[in-house]
């Protein structure tokens, strides 16, 4: 025996709502419909399920023993359907990397990571280290690569930096007027630790350009507006790094590391791993 779905819900939605005509507006059909529905269903089980009474209809004595049975039998079907949709989305992960440094790697690390991980729907968000951590900490992010903070000693660590002085190719330095600093603006730790080594060099400098973002930032040192304290790895093909014999302050060395919530090294320990692995591969 093969029972209609359809017709096993409209059974139950009439027996529960004692009416056609209300079952037939909750199930977005018409009278006749639900009619037809139910009376195919009679007609399986060989019984009658309804009589008509005062008040719209009410169950005959099969229908009252057979609808325990048929609310067990939808709610079994509906669970099933319920499991397997939720089986077949993608597990959201919100991953968050910075763009001092990080960039660069973005387009190769999501080929990898939905080749190997095609279960996930990832969201990226390129921002700061400051906003990263913000954004972990608000829990707005699962995971973020990010360079480490001055002071800190959370996360894992991933690989070393490289903080250089960097201009267009065809910039030229003047030691004899200040240093022209093309930076991001407040807060950020670059700028922070660029006007910080000037300082401490009794170096002038002089802001010339300040950047929302770390792009804005390249395009700025491109068009040889200045000078910027980047990392060596985010140089574009148009600029060059200044040498130290021009004489610089030198600048202090960096660390990226990975930081997630507790919730995401739980749930999403394959993901960490395989931003682990792929950023391990890089530095061998």
Same mark, same amino acid.
């Given at each position: 025996?093969?029972?209609?779905?359809?017709? +096993?819900?409209?059974?139950?939605?009439?027996? /529960? #709502?004692? *009416? !056609?005509? @209300?079952?037939?507006?909750?199930? %977005?059909?018409? =009278?006749?419909?639900?009619?037809?529905?139910?009376?195919?269903?009679?007609?399986?089980?060989?019984?009658?399920?309804?009589?008509?009474?005062?008040?719209?209809?009410?169950?005959?004595?099969?229908?009252?023993?057979?609808?325990?049975?048929?609310?067990?039998?939808?709610?079994?079907?509906?669970?099933? +359907?319920?499991?397997?949709?939720?089986?077949? /989305? #993608?597990? *959201? !992960?919100? @991953?968050?990397?910075?763009?001092? %440094?990080?960039? =660069?790697?973005?387009?190769?690390?999501?080929?990898?990571?939905?080749?190997?991980?095609?279960?996930?729907?990832?969201?990226?968000?390129?921002?700061?280290?400051?906003?990263?951590?913000?954004?972990?900490?608000?829990?707005?992010?699962?995971?973020?690569?990010?360079?480490?903070?001055?002071?800190?000693?959370?996360?894992?660590?991933?690989?070393?930096?490289?903080?250089?002085?960097?201009?267009?190719?065809?910039?030229?330095?003047?030691?004899?007027?200040?240093?022209?600093?093309?930076?991001?603006?407040?807060?950020?730790?670059?700028?922070?630790?660029?006007?910080?080594?000037?300082?401490?060099?009794?170096?002038?400098?002089?802001?010339?350009?300040?950047?929302?973002?770390?792009?804005?930032?390249?395009?700025?040192?491109?068009?040889?507006?200045?000078?910027?304290?980047?990392?060596?790895?985010?140089?574009?093909?148009?600029?060059?790094?200044?040498?130290?014999?021009?004489?610089?302050?030198?600048?202090?060395?960096?660390?990226?590391?990975?930081?997630?919530?507790?919730?995401?090294?739980?749930?999403?320990?394959?993901?960490?791993?395989?931003?682990?692995?792929?950023?391990?591969?890089?530095?061998?």
């Amino acid at each position: 025996m093969n029972i209609d779905i359809g017709n +096993l819900r409209a059974f139950c939605v009439v027996a /529960e #709502k004692e *009416s !056609f005509t @209300l079952a037939a507006e909750l199930l %977005g059909a018409t =009278q006749s419909t639900i009619s037809m529905r139910v009376k195919k269903l009679e007609q399986l089980l060989g019984n009658k399920l309804f009589d008509s009474s005062p008040h719209g209809v009410e169950l005959t004595n099969f229908g009252t023993d057979f609808i325990p049975k048929a609310k067990d039998l939808l709610g079994a079907h509906d669970n099933t +359907l319920h499991s397997i949709t939720r089986q077949s /989305e #993608k597990q *959201s !992960f919100r @991953l968050g990397v910075t763009y001092h %440094g990080i960039d =660069q790697n973005l387009p190769e690390l999501l080929r990898i990571l939905s080749e190997k991980l095609p279960q996930y729907r990832m969201s990226v968000s390129v921002l700061s280290s400051e906003e990263l951590y913000a954004g972990l900490a608000r829990l707005k992010l699962d995971t973020i690569v990010a360079k480490r903070l001055t002071g800190d000693h959370k996360g894992q660590s991933l690989f070393n930096g490289k903080l250089v002085w960097m201009a267009s190719k065809d910039f030229e330095y003047e030691p004899d007027k200040p240093v022209p600093l093309v930076s991001l603006g407040s807060p950020c730790s670059l700028r922070q630790m660029a006007i910080n080594s000037l300082n401490a060099a009794k170096i002038p400098w002089q802001e010339v350009f300040i950047g929302s973002n770390v792009f804005a930032v390249k395009a700025a040192i491109s068009a040889g507006l200045g000078i910027a304290c980047l990392e060596q790895r985010t140089l574009p093909a148009d600029c060059k790094v200044l040498p130290e014999k021009i004489g610089l302050s030198p600048l202090p060395s960096t660390e990226f590391v990975l930081e997630a919530t507790s919730s995401a090294r739980k749930q999403d320990a394959c993901m960490i791993d395989a931003i682990t692995e792929y950023f391990e591969a890089q530095e061998g």
